[in-house]
């Protein structure tokens, strides 16, 4: 109930960001109920069918890794002074977010079902003069029980992510018993100090490896007021680019090869070698990987030969939210170059793709992108008394705007010929 009346009383940009979870959510959940149809429809085809269901996972993490973002930046289930007093700790707060992601995910999960069922003609009649009973099976009667299964991968994949993510770390979150957690709670008194009793022991808080986790600031005490120490360097840099290096490989491997078996992809991607989608795979997660090195590398060579306060300034934020929006910019380069090849494949002899491919392809890359947006917001929200403080100082007023175009100038004029390049390299050996 207490998620409930949360979500209810939330902000509208915060309502509209959950709506597109619970869209997201519908979409997943559509094409996984298309998937049961193709099953239903084809008994003896099982291949086929277990490659289709296959074919969902890129949507469903999509929508989770979109789903945990929107928990994440979520302003009402952050720490804030007294919420510990009245029982809402930091895993109070962690299962709340869990349980609001749980409802809009389940809220899209269950339109899917009205839309799927409509469309078989199960609710009011065959609409679009049954365009679509062959591929929902409407001459077959729908198992429930499996429908219900597959709608719940979703809600329960993102609210158990949300959870792991929001998780609250360090010796506070591991103190046993309540009244061990609430006197150390009460140490940090709302803006003043307390006299602890003697033998008492004060509970440092941790600093958090992960980003933008709210759950690194303590209970009763805002993130703002917390120093933040110099992170290192993402190490996920050599690994990033050794995947890649491993995906192009087994591309032009298995696109050169006659040997590889073919698999007859949903939506008209037929007699594709599974050697090439396995590379492809393979680069997707490399530049997934060399996101927040990437971008943390871009903020050094914003800073290098006499940096003045424009580029000082945006080098040192790019640097310091490399694992914010690092790892969502990989992620939008790996869906740029899957969308550029597909866009190769179609442009050829090969068949137009369907409309359940394009679904997909929608959910997928509106993920993605919302995903990068929401971490940018979340960035500048981080660093907004920073930009407070440089306007007190008397920097002019265009200074924050400035430093924001330049860094989305320079993660673009990295990021563009790298998703470029990989895009023209992982089109070859399937237009050859």
Do not use: K, N
Not at 84 to 111: E, F
Request: aromatic content about 4%.
């Amino acid at each position: 109930m207490l998620a409930l009346r949360l979500a209810r009383r939330a902000h509208p940009v915060v309502q509209l960001r959950r709506l597109l979870v619970a869209a997201a959510s519908g979409g997943t959940g559509f094409l996984l109920l298309c998937a049961l149809g193709y099953a239903l429809s084809h008994p003896h085809a099982s291949s086929g069918s277990l490659l289709r269901l296959l074919w969902c996972l890129a949507p469903a993490a999509a929508t989770v890794h979109f789903a945990v973002t929107v928990a994440r930046t979520d302003p009402g289930t952050r720490p804030r002074p007294g919420l510990s007093a009245i029982g809402l700790g930091p895993v109070r707060l962690m299962a709340v977010s869990a349980m609001t992601t749980a409802l809009s995910t389940t809220l899209g999960s269950l339109l899917a079902l009205l839309v799927f069922l409509h469309l078989r003609g199960d609710l009011t009649g065959m609409p679009f003069d049954g365009a679509a009973a062959d591929v929902l099976a409407a001459d077959r009667p729908l198992p429930l029980p499996a429908a219900l299964t597959l709608l719940a991968l979703v809600p329960v994949a993102a609210s158990v992510t949300t959870a792991l993510v929001l998780r609250p770390r360090g010796p506070r979150a591991r103190a046993a018993g309540p009244r061990t957690r609430f006197m150390a709670y009460d140490t940090f008194d709302i803006g003043r100090p307390v006299r602890e009793p003697a033998g008492a022991t004060r509970f440092e808080e941790e600093q958090e490896p992960d980003e933008g986790t709210s759950a690194t600031a303590g209970p009763d005490q805002p993130q703002a007021d917390q120093p933040e120490a110099p992170r290192p360097a993402p190490g996920g840099l050599p690994w990033g680019v050794a995947v890649l290096a491993v995906g192009l490989a087994v591309e032009t491997y298995a696109g050169q090869s006659d040997t590889g078996s073919l698999l007859a992809l949903p939506g008209g991607f037929a007699d594709s070698p599974a050697g090439v989608l396995g590379g492809w795979l393979l680069t997707a997660l490399g530049l997934a990987l060399t996101g927040p090195g990437l971008t943390h590398l871009t903020g050094r060579l914003l800073q290098s030969v006499r940096p003045g306060a424009l580029r000082l300034l945006s080098g040192r934020v790019l640097q310091a939210e490399a694992r914010r929006i690092g790892r969502p910019l990989g992620v939008v380069c790996a869906v740029a170059s899957g969308a550029y090849a597909m866009a190769t494949l179609s442009s050829g002899a090969r068949p137009t793709i369907g409309p359940l491919t394009l679904l997909g392809v929608l959910v997928v890359a509106g993920c993605t992108v919302l995903t990068l947006a929401t971490a940018a917001v979340e960035a500048r929200r981080a660093h907004a008394d920073t930009t407070a403080a440089l306007l007190r100082m008397g920097a002019p007023a265009a200074l924050p705007r400035q430093a924001a175009l330049l860094r989305a100038g320079a993660l673009l004029a990295v990021f563009g010929p790298l998703t470029w390049t990989v895009a023209e390299l992982a089109a070859l050996p399937l237009t050859s």
